[in-house]
């Protein structure tokens, strides 16, 4: 990838060149500053604290020599000693001038220099060609002596002073006027270098902007009314971007989710198609299914109920010839009447349990309240003579359902009858009624110590017709749990065989909570024993 094609260059890549680019020059600027500053600190230094102290100086100087000039003129005419003090006190000032000015001075003030080594010897000529002499004239031959001297003398020399002292401060002049000027160059270049730094902070900004509304904000706007338009249903619009090459990879992930949307949702619809096809059939056969439901209850219900009359004839004259040719025929003539006889009772018995089956959920009343503690006590009353004298069905606390009565009988009555039926030898039957609340629906048990029920056939008792013992064992047409099975299921709950009892056999279902109900009722009496 070419580095230098700016069209590649990432978002970020670009806001970090920009700011890379503005510290550089920002950074220059900072040092040139730094640097101007620093000159403009010594220029204006050399202003304050250099050429005006020196100025100053250089006319406190002059006023020092004037006051011993004017000390010395004063003792020639008065010849007083008091009248020295100007010039003694001129000489010190003096020195402290001097030695100020050359204590500001730098090694480049050569000319400054020079003019002070200039008015110092002028000075010193001074003294010693006129000061001194006077002094010393007036001391030794009086004031008019020193008077007469000083006439005699030449103001040349001290001329000379001034014009040595004029020429120190001229210089001293230039050198504040050049200090001063070069200070308000550097404060110019100053402003300059502020200024510069403003705008470029301000471009860098613009440049900022411009490059965050040409990659990001339009090319964001333009992306959202596309997946706008996407998200509205038109899933065949390309979606792409134009902006920085991370929003141009985003464009492109949101197209090709695009794509996999508008495939699935071809798929989906498709699906949806067959579904629709699919139920429309599923519909169809329902409704033959119902149909076919229906016919065949119908069917079973005829068939039981037409079978009724020619069965009733048939075992009515079987028995009419037992009675009345008994003892007649021979043994086998009586044995085969016999068997004529039990067989159409037997058919009886299955045609009134087939139309007993076929009648659950046909012939309803409705449902209501039922008090399965009430269901119970009418269970007992049924089975009192099936039951013996030591026989004992017990039950505690059953709630209220909502269901049909007759119906809840009925599946009691069954229950418990098997239970009575498949009693173990020479053992009372005790049969226990329990139920508990599970979640929204209450799980009724009904358990037994009788016989038992094998692991093998705990999904085969509850088939129409199956019978688990011989018919010489056990009487019955082995209907009563698919009869019980079916009321159940009628009542919109589940019916299974609970293996894990160590005796007898255990049967769990499920009625669904009456609404607004969750307690059991309380029965009048905790333990029911049925005796003969």
């Given at each position: 990838?070419n580095v230098?094609n700016?069209?590649?260059?990432?978002?970020?890549r670009?806001?970090v060149?920009?700011c890379f680019t503005?510290?550089v020059?920002?950074s220059?600027l900072?040092?040139?500053?730094?640097?101007?500053?620093?000159?403009n600190?010594?220029?204006l230094d050399?202003?304050?604290?250099?050429?005006?102290?020196?100025?100053?100086?250089?006319e406190?100087?002059?006023?020092a020599?004037?006051?011993?000039?004017?000390?010395?003129r004063?003792?020639a005419?008065?010849?007083?000693t008091a009248?020295?003090a100007p010039y003694?006190?001129?000489?010190?000032?003096?020195r402290?001038d001097?030695?100020?000015?050359?204590?500001?001075?730098?090694?480049?003030?050569t000319?400054?220099r020079?003019?002070?080594?200039?008015?110092?010897?002028?000075a010193?000529a001074?003294?010693?060609?006129?000061?001194?002499?006077?002094i010393k004239t007036i001391?030794?031959?009086?004031k008019a002596?020193g008077q007469t001297?000083?006439t005699?003398a030449s103001t040349g020399?001290f001329d000379a002073v001034?014009?040595?002292?004029d020429?120190m401060?001229?210089q001293?002049q230039t050198?504040r006027?050049k200090s001063?000027?070069?200070?308000?160059?550097?404060?110019?270049t100053?402003v300059?270098?502020?200024?510069?730094?403003?705008?470029?902070?301000i471009?860098?900004?613009?440049?900022l902007l411009l490059?965050?509304?040409?990659?990001?904000?339009?090319p964001?706007?333009?992306?959202a009314?596309?997946v706008r338009?996407a998200?509205?249903?038109n899933?065949d619009r390309?979606?792409?971007s134009?902006?920085?090459?991370e929003l141009?990879?985003?464009?492109g992930?949101?197209d090709a989710?695009?794509?996999?949307?508008?495939?699935?949702?071809?798929?989906?619809?498709?699906?949806?198609?067959?579904?629709?096809w699919?139920?429309?059939?599923?519909?169809?056969q329902?409704?033959?299914?119902?149909?076919?439901?229906?016919?065949?209850?119908?069917?079973?219900?005829?068939?039981?109920h037409d079978?009724?009359?020619?069965l009733?004839?048939?075992?009515?004259?079987?028995?009419?010839?037992?009675r009345?040719?008994a003892g007649?025929?021979?043994?086998r003539?009586?044995?085969y009447?016999?068997?004529a006889?039990d067989?159409?009772?037997?058919?009886q018995r299955?045609?009134?349990?087939l139309?007993a089956?076929?009648?659950?959920?046909r012939?309803?009343?409705?449902f209501?309240?039922?008090d399965l503690?009430?269901?119970?006590?009418?269970v007992r009353s049924?089975l009192?003579?099936?039951?013996?004298?030591?026989?004992?069905?017990?039950?505690?606390?059953?709630?209220?359902?909502?269901g049909?009565?007759?119906?809840?009988?009925t599946?009691f009555?069954?229950?418990i009858g098997?239970s009575?039926k498949?009693?173990r030898?020479?053992?009372?039957?005790?049969?226990?009624v329990?139920?508990?609340?599970e979640?929204?629906?209450?799980?009724?048990?009904?358990?037994?110590?009788?016989?038992?029920?094998?692991?093998?056939f705990?999904?085969?008792?509850?088939v129409?017709?199956?019978r688990?013992?011989?018919?010489?064992?056990y009487d019955?047409?082995g209907?009563g749990?698919a009869?019980?099975?079916?009321?159940?299921e009628?009542?919109?709950g589940r019916?299974w065989l609970?293996?894990?009892?160590e005796?007898?056999?255990s049967?769990?279902?499920?009625i669904?909570?009456?609404?607004?109900?969750t307690?059991?009722?309380?029965a009048?009496e905790?333990?029911?024993?049925v005796t003969?």
């Open positions: 990838m230098w700016l069209s590649t260059w990432t978002l970020r670009r806001i060149a920009l503005v510290g020059l920002l220059a900072a040092v040139f500053a730094v640097v101007t500053a620093a000159r600190n010594r220029q050399d202003v304050l604290n250099r050429a005006s102290p020196m100025r100053a100086a250089g406190s100087l002059y006023t020599l004037v006051d011993q000039e004017t000390g010395i004063g003792y005419i008065t010849g007083q009248n020295l003694t006190s001129g000489q010190q000032e003096e402290d001097v030695a100020l000015i050359e204590g500001l001075l730098k090694p480049d003030d000319d400054i020079a003019s002070l080594d200039l008015v110092k010897s002028q010193a001074w003294h010693s060609e006129v000061a001194e002499p006077v001391e030794s031959r009086g002596a001297q000083i005699a020399r001034r014009a040595a002292i020429r401060q001229g001293i050198l006027d001063a000027a070069a200070a308000r160059h550097t404060s110019q100053l300059a270098l502020q200024i510069a730094a403003s705008a470029i902070v471009l860098a900004g613009a440049a490059l965050l509304d040409r990659l990001v904000s339009r964001v706007v333009e992306l009314e596309q338009d998200a509205e249903g899933y390309h979606i792409a134009g902006g920085s090459p141009a990879g985003l464009a992930d949101v989710m695009r794509q996999k949307i508008a495939t699935e949702l071809s798929e989906v619809r498709e699906a949806r198609t067959q579904v629709e699919i139920n429309d059939q599923l519909k169809i329902a409704e033959e299914l119902t149909r076919s439901n229906r016919d065949l209850e119908q069917f079973a219900y005829v068939a039981s079978l009724q009359e020619p009733r004839k048939v075992a009515s004259f079987c028995q009419l010839l037992q009345r040719y007649q025929l021979d043994e003539a009586d044995q009447i016999g068997f006889v067989g159409a009772q037997r058919m299955l045609i009134n349990d139309l089956f076929s009648r659950i959920g012939l309803t009343s409705g209501t309240e039922v503690n009430r269901v119970l006590e009418e049924q009192e003579a099936r039951a013996g004298a030591d026989g004992e069905i017990i039950w505690a606390d059953l709630p209220i359902v909502e049909e009565e007759p119906l809840l009988t599946l009555v069954n229950l098997n009575l498949f009693r030898p020479d053992v009372p039957p005790v049969i226990r329990s139920a508990q609340l979640d929204d629906e209450w799980q009724i048990n009904v358990r037994d110590n009788g016989i038992g029920i094998e692991a093998e705990a999904d085969k008792v509850f129409i017709f199956q688990l013992h011989a018919r010489d064992a019955g047409t209907i749990l009869i019980v099975k079916k009321i159940v009628y009542h919109g019916i609970d293996l894990d009892v005796e007898g056999t049967i769990n279902f499920t669904p909570v009456l609404p607004g109900s307690e059991p009722s309380q009048p905790t333990q029911k024993e003969a």
